[in-house]
């Protein structure tokens, strides 16, 4: 698969402030790549860069194979941008807007079959403040397809939807990638990007602290697992501690917390079986996406 995105060593700051640091990453064709990251981490600022809605300071960039600085009309043209709560005015119907952002492309989409895609199709004579968050959101996104972009750079998508009109924004942005677009998302939920992205750069004080598969960030996190139960008769603690898979044994009131590595709800079932204890309650609680970001960005913190 070919490279469509290349963000080489980007710097950019605001007067004193560092917005990006030094960030790297390459995005491949048609997949759904998650800039991940917490709150003023530099991801809006890099891919604005990448969009060629902002200048960087040093670096290089390269979109479809041109430069966003110098071939800025060109980039404008093949990469669709939604931006971070972007509101259109408030009389302005889904077709006036989808007819504006339409003329400013030499191909526009057919906007019908975008609304259509996107659940909007009897909303053309609706104005824009008469929308639910959802059907605003949707909209944009619709505005941001409208170039017949190669590429979008999607951004928060999803803040400030229902779990129902999500999991539908969801659903949509799979459609989106099926029908040959790169994607670019910008988001800090963890659930999302678990859900959505191939690959994701974390980013963390402006520079990449990972870049990897979902499954593969919360494996290079190295994340503890947890196994709890409440044992239905007396229980050596010893035991457990003892085995090489477990680093940790508490006792929250009649509950028992072992955590460790490797296969260690195996490692604690075994013991319990030979001491005849059955374990009540069993939960086991893998390591998940959330728990990788808290490691990874604090790895870099201390
Ligand atoms: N136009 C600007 N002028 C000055 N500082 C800015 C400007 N835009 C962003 N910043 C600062 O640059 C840093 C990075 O901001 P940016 O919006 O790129 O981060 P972010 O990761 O997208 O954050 P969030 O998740 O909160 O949107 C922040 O400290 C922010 O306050």
């Not at 064709?29 to 530099?42: C, D, K, S, T």
């Not at 259109?88 to 952002?101: F, I, N, S």
């Not at 909007?120 to 017949?148: E, F, I, N, P």
């Not at 005849?276 to 390591?287: C, P, T």
């Given at each position: 698969?070919?490279?469509?995105v290349e963000?080489?060593?980007l710097?950019k700051?605001y007067?004193?402030?560092v917005?990006?640091?030094d960030?790297?990453?390459?995005?491949?064709?048609?997949?759904i790549?998650?800039?991940?990251?917490?709150n003023?981490?530099?991801?809006?600022?890099?891919?604005?860069?990448?969009?060629?809605?902002?200048?960087?300071?040093?670096?290089?960039?390269?979109?479809?194979?041109?430069?966003?600085?110098?071939?800025r009309?060109?980039v404008r043209?093949?990469?669709?941008?939604?931006?971070?709560?972007?509101?259109?005015?408030?009389?302005?119907t889904?077709?006036?807007?989808?007819?504006l952002?339409?003329?400013?492309?030499r191909?526009?989409?057919d906007?019908?079959?975008?609304?259509?895609?996107l659940?909007l199709?009897?909303?053309?004579?609706?104005?824009?403040?008469?929308?639910?968050?959802?059907?605003?959101q949707?909209?944009?996104?619709?505005l941001?397809?409208?170039g017949?972009?190669?590429v979008?750079?999607?951004?928060?998508?999803?803040?400030?939807?229902d779990?129902?009109?999500?999991?539908?924004?969801?659903?949509?942005?799979?459609?989106v990638?099926?029908?040959?677009?790169?994607?670019?998302?910008?988001?800090?939920?963890?659930?999302?990007?678990?859900?959505?992205c191939?690959?994701?750069?974390?980013i963390?004080?402006?520079?990449?602290?990972?870049?990897d598969?979902?499954?593969?960030?919360?494996?290079?996190?190295a994340?503890?697992?947890?196994v709890?139960?409440?044992?239905?008769?007396?229980?050596?603690?010893?035991?457990?501690?003892?085995?090489?898979?477990?680093?940790?044994?508490?006792?929250?009131?009649?509950?028992?917390?072992?955590?460790?590595?490797g296969?260690?709800?195996?490692?604690v079932?075994?013991?319990?079986?030979q001491?005849?204890?059955?374990?009540?309650?069993?939960?086991?609680e893998q390591?998940?996406l959330d728990?990788?970001?808290?490691?990874?960005?604090?790895?870099r913190?201390?």
């Amino acid at each position: 698969m070919g490279i469509v995105v290349e963000v080489k060593n980007l710097h950019k700051r605001y007067g004193d402030r560092v917005a990006v640091d030094d960030v790297s990453f390459a995005v491949e064709a048609g997949e759904i790549f998650g800039v991940l990251g917490p709150n003023g981490a530099g991801k809006t600022t890099t891919v604005e860069c990448v969009s060629g809605l902002r200048t960087p300071d040093r670096g290089q960039l390269t979109v479809l194979g041109l430069d966003p600085r110098r071939d800025r009309r060109e980039v404008r043209e093949r990469v669709g941008v939604q931006l971070q709560q972007h509101r259109l005015p408030d009389r302005q119907t889904v077709a006036e807007a989808m007819q504006l952002y339409g003329s400013f492309y030499r191909e526009p989409a057919d906007g019908r079959r975008l609304l259509d895609m996107l659940g909007l199709a009897g909303k053309h004579d609706t104005q824009y403040r008469q929308l639910s968050g959802g059907q605003q959101q949707r909209l944009s996104v619709a505005l941001a397809l409208v170039g017949s972009p190669t590429v979008a750079v999607l951004d928060e998508l999803t803040t400030g939807l229902d779990p129902q009109a999500r999991r539908d924004t969801w659903d949509v942005i799979d459609e989106v990638r099926d029908s040959g677009v790169t994607i670019i998302l910008v988001t800090h939920f963890m659930d999302e990007a678990e859900r959505l992205c191939d690959r994701l750069a974390l980013i963390d004080a402006g520079r990449v602290v990972a870049l990897d598969t979902p499954a593969g960030l919360v494996a290079s996190a190295a994340a503890e697992q947890r196994v709890r139960f409440r044992p239905s008769t007396r229980l050596d603690e010893r035991l457990l501690a003892d085995l090489p898979e477990v680093t940790g044994v508490r006792r929250h009131g009649q509950q028992v917390l072992v955590t460790g590595t490797g296969n260690l709800l195996q490692a604690v079932t075994s013991v319990l079986a030979q001491q005849h204890v059955v374990a009540e309650d069993l939960r086991v609680e893998q390591a998940s996406l959330d728990d990788a970001f808290v490691t990874l960005t604090r790895r870099r913190r201390s």
